[in-house]
């Protein structure tokens, strides 16, 4: 605390100086730029802007002061912060020049839900209708109203008299940027500093969720609210008192404005992650199975007397939707299902979920349209890829038995069900899936961080393995792609060919390495043994 308080002491004396300096100098330049170069004017009201934007990173800072944040982590803060902002930045002078000529990317959108939201907004905020309008007209735009009332807050009160998106950029990148706070406080108490520290400067250049921070997304608060009800948990379960309850009960109501299916995920999240802290002394109690086979007998009673089409629920009706979609949008998915054997139609959906979890799909990437649109699919394939591949490392450490009964088993229970359920709702698209499973990114990258020190501790081959072997099977689609979008001659045609020439890659080279291994280590022992007896 008294480090706390000379951090404080020191910004009063001297440094709110130069932070408004640094405000001032950066409205007007995000004035100018938000403008179109022409004039400067909404600058009041983004020195307004970044001024909560500031005061959300220090609330954030605040609230994990229990825990002694070095001072790199208020860098790592403004870094992640700045970064955001800076590709917010970039979207909306790239895109009308670089980007496809619709009328999403013309206006400076990366995507088409915060174009649609974002202009509902605005007019919302220049019309007579009361806010809370948001909630009851405007679904079309915004299904659930939070974040469209939350912009049209900002433009009514805070914004000038015209619409200028750079606003609600500012705020986006500023609340995204907590979750780098949260996610190295839940390593922290979790796993110690090096976790911590790997985990926090690893969410701050995570192309997933750098890209929601830069663009008006819902899932750039989500990843934030998620990231505070885990560490809010983790920080009540040792000392279990009404305020700490709150810092995980506060990010869960706030969430539910914002998406109710969210919520609900975030509540099974807790309830999981609860249960790994209480070392999963839950699932010894005869009670709890009992109660689970009652459960599941009675949805077999129904479902048998066909009482109620468990069809019509809402996750089975977005799976359903989203596999047309797929279907209709991509040929060679239409393709694929058409060489099912007959009978096997059942099986379209899972091969989707398990499409949906590779995508964005790093070789697909490289033949992704225009350029600037390549790039970014490179740059988020390739992120999603490396943490994939911690995620699979982790999940083999758990089952080896490392930390199993604690929270980095949870962790890997409830990364492998996000990754899955987001898939089931966003199929095989390349935008909503990830993006759906980003809103838990602070879960992921903490059992990424918390694998790699523990791969440095024991200098386990496996994680050498997991990452060859992914870029072998990587690299059997590069000609795949290329016989689909050139002219290019290649005798493999068949997807499950070269998944299967992947994976048999893969399988040669684990066994070759792990022959090396074996026989520098009988080297070794025999070297050892001629010295002992001279």
């Known amino acids: 605390m008294k480090t706390v308080q000379n951090n404080l002491s020191s910004i009063k004396t001297g440094a709110w100086i130069r932070i408004f300096l640094g405000i001032l100098l950066l409205a007007l330049v995000l004035a100018r730029i938000s403008t179109g170069f022409v004039s400067f004017h909404g600058w009041v009201s983004f020195v307004g802007v970044l001024f909560i934007g500031i005061g959300l990173i220090w609330f954030g800072w605040s609230v994990i002061q229990s825990d002694q944040p070095p001072k790199w982590l208020w860098t790592a803060l ?24 619709t009328p999403v990317q013309n206006a400076g959108y990366i995507m088409a839900d915060a174009y649609d939201r974002d202009n509902a907004a605005w007019e919302l905020s220049q019309s007579d209708p009361p806010l809370v309008a948001a909630f009851q007209d405007y679904s079309r ?36 940027a907590i979750a780098v706070a949260f996610t190295w406080a839940i390593a922290k108490r979790i796993w110690g500093d090096n976790v911590s ?35 809010g948990l983790v920080r009540y379960w040792p000392n279990r008192s009404l305020k700490n309850g709150l810092w995980f009960i506060l990010p869960l109501a706030a969430s539910v404005p914002l998406s109710l299916p969210f919520s609900l995920l975030l509540f099974v999240v807790l309830a999981v992650s609860a249960i790994a802290l209480d070392e999963w002394h839950l699932l010894k109690s005869k009670r709890f199975w009992t109660a689970l086979g009652g459960f599941s007998l009675a949805i077999l009673i129904v479902e048998a007397l066909n009482l109620y089409d468990f069809s019509k629920l809402w996750v089975f009706q977005v799976a359903r939707w989203q596999a ?28 989707l979920v398990g499409y949906g979890i590779f995508r964005p799909l790093l070789p697909a990437s490289f033949f992704d349209g ?30 080896r038995g490392l930390e199993r009964n604690k929270l980095a088993g949870g962790f890997v229970t409830i ?19 990830p993006r759906y499973r980003s809103a838990f990114a602070g879960v992921q ?90």
């Open 78 to 101: 403004i870094a992640a912060a700045l970064l955001r902002l800076l590709f917010g930045v970039f979207w909306l002078l790239a895109l009308p020049a670089w980007g496809y000529d």
């Open 141 to 176: 735009t915004d299904q659930y109203g939070g974040l469209l009332f939350l912009s049209a807050f900002v433009y009514k009160y805070i914004g000038g008299n015209i619409h200028q998106p750079l606003l609600l950029i500012i705020f986006t990148a500023s609340f995204s």
């Open 197 to 231: 520290k790997i985990s926090a400067w690893l969410l701050v250049i995570y192309p997933e969720a750098v890209l929601l921070g830069s663009s008006q997304m819902r899932e750039a608060f989500m990843v934030t609210l998620a990231a505070a009800a885990i560490y």
């Open 324 to 351: 047309y979609y797929s279907e209709s949008a991509s040929g060679w998915v239409q393709r694929t299902f058409e060489r099912f054997p007959d009978g096997m139609e059942w099986a379209q959906r899972p091969f």
């Open 370 to 399: 225009i350029p600037l649109m390549r790039a970014l699919a490179i740059w988020r394939a390739l992120g999603w890829t490396l943490l994939l591949a911690m995620l699979f490392y982790a999940t083999f450490l758990v089952l």
């Open 415 to 433: 990364s492998w069900m996000i990754v899955v359920v987001a898939s089931l709702r966003g199929g095989g698209d390349q935008w909503d899936n």
């Open 445 to 534: 990258i903490a059992l990424a961080g918390w694998a790699l020190v523990k791969q440095r501790e024991v200098n386990d081959p496996w994680l050498r393995r997991a990452l060859v072997g992914t870029t072998m099977m990587i690299a059997w689609f590069i000609p795949w792609y290329l016989r689909r979008y050139t002219a290019f001659t290649w005798p493999v045609v068949a997807l499950h060919q070269t998944i299967g020439l992947g994976l048999i890659s893969a399988l040669l080279f684990i066994i070759w390495d792990w022959v090396r291994e074996q026989r520098s280590y009988l080297t070794s022992q025999l070297v050892n043994e001629d010295i002992k007896h001279g």
